[in-house]
């Protein structure tokens, strides 16, 4: 069984940072797409940063110069690494694994005020 598990939310100010992490089970992270995506109140949930199993990265426009995903294949996890949040950051972020079929983890809310 294919399972995602995020961690690494919380309230930060503006400014500040956190790091996410997803542990992955019943696959490895190595040889599939990993992607974050957030979905914001009111909103459809969007696009993050995407990283391939060639290694290379996309990301959305509004997080660049400021969030940078990567993996650990020894641990079997992926990272997004968010710096200089801001408050229209505040989202719940999914991980996400492309292995055919999209699976998804839990989410893990994010929230960003002063």
């Known amino acids: 069984q294919v399972q995602l598990v995020e961690s690494g939310g919380g309230l930060v100010q503006p400014g500040g940072s956190l790091r996410l992490s997803c542990a992955a089970s019943g696959i490895s992270v190595r040889f599939y797409t990993m992607g974050w995506y957030r979905q914001a109140p009111g909103k459809q949930r969007e696009l993050v940063a995407i990283?391939?199993?060639?290694?290379?990265?996309n990301y959305a426009d509004s997080v660049k110069g400021r969030f940078t995903i990567s993996r650990d294949n020894a641990k079997n996890t992926v990272y997004l690494q968010m710096n200089n949040l801001k408050p229209e950051d505040t989202a719940v972020y999914y991980c996400n694994a492309n292995i055919g079929t999209p699976i998804w983890g839990q989410g893990t809310q994010v929230t960003v005020s002063s």
């Open positions: 990283s391939t199993r060639g290694s290379s990265t």
